[in-house]
T-cell receptor, first 115, second 108 residues
Framework: DTGVSQDPRHKITKRGQNVTFRCDPI?????LYWYRQTLGQGPEFLTY??????LEKSRLLSDRFSAERPKGSFSTLEIQRTEQGDSAMYLCASSFWGAGNTEAFFGQGTRLTVV | ELKVEQNPLFLSMQEGKNYTIYCNYSTTSDRLYWYRQDPGKSLESLFVLLSNGAVKQEGRLMASLDTKARLSTLHITAAVHDLSATYFC????????FGKGTRLHILP
């Protein structure tokens, strides 16, 4: 297992278009998190899953954002009708929550630029 | 709501000096993390602290946790230029909440 994998690494899109990002967590991890990070700021929590259940979604997340983890494995984050303010690094992390909790490991991120 | 505060936010220091970064959080937590981030890169896990009094060391970095004071520290001993980066503490209480980060610049 090579760790948390995110695809694509970079995405440039025109304002108003929809984009979708994918995250493949470490295989035995049951928790998956999405974060957004803008330049000079800390990662901002967006949402997280325990297996396939989405347990919490940030109040800061508009209705244009949606995330799924259909089989409790990989996850997708979709942004509809992108705006310039959506330009950021989108980070995915995974961990195992339960007996023998592990730390959270982050993927390399997807850098989104909305033009 | 859980809040995590780091200070200082910026730190410029000479090589060979010691310094400490502080992380305060507002509620009880299950785990506390320290991460390193280099410019344009993702987050690298440095330490996971699980219980009161926990202390972990790796090279010139040492992290500690005081759950009663809701305080963690990251101590840098005899800093070297390669430690220049942004350091984040994060508190895990079902979801992981990050501080704003400490941008550390070590002058040769």
């Amino acid at each position: 297992d090579t760790g948390v994998s995110q695809d694509p690494r970079h995405k440039i899109t025109k304002r108003g278009q929809n984009v979708t990002f994918r995250c493949d967590p470490i295989s035995e991890h049951n928790r998956l998190y999405w974060y957004r990070q803008t330049l000079g700021q800390g990662p901002e929590f967006l949402t997280y899953f325990q297996n396939e259940a989405q347990l919490e979604k940030s109040r800061l997340l508009s209705d244009r954002f949606s995330a799924e983890r259909p089989k409790g494995s990989f996850s997708t984050l979709e942004i509809q009708r992108t705006e310039q303010g959506d330009s950021a690094m989108y980070l995915c992390a995974s961990s195992f929550w339960g007996a023998g909790n592990t730390e959270a490991f982050f993927g390399q991120g997807t850098r989104l630029t909305v033009v | 709501e859980l809040k995590v505060e780091q200070n200082p936010l910026f730190l410029s220091m000479q090589e060979g000096k010691n310094y400490t970064i502080y992380c305060n959080y507002s509620t009880t937590s299950d785990r506390l993390y320290w991460y390193r981030q280099d410019p344009g890169k993702s987050l690298e896990s440095l330490f996971v602290l699980l219980s009161n009094g926990a202390v972990k060391q790796e090279g010139r970095l040492m992290a500690s946790l005081d759950t009663k004071a809701r305080l963690s520290t990251l101590h840098i001993t005899a800093a070297v230029h390669d430690l220049s980066a942004t350091y984040f503490c994060a508190v895990d209480k079902t979801k992981i909440i990050f501080g704003k980060g400490t941008r550390l610049h070590i002058l040769p």
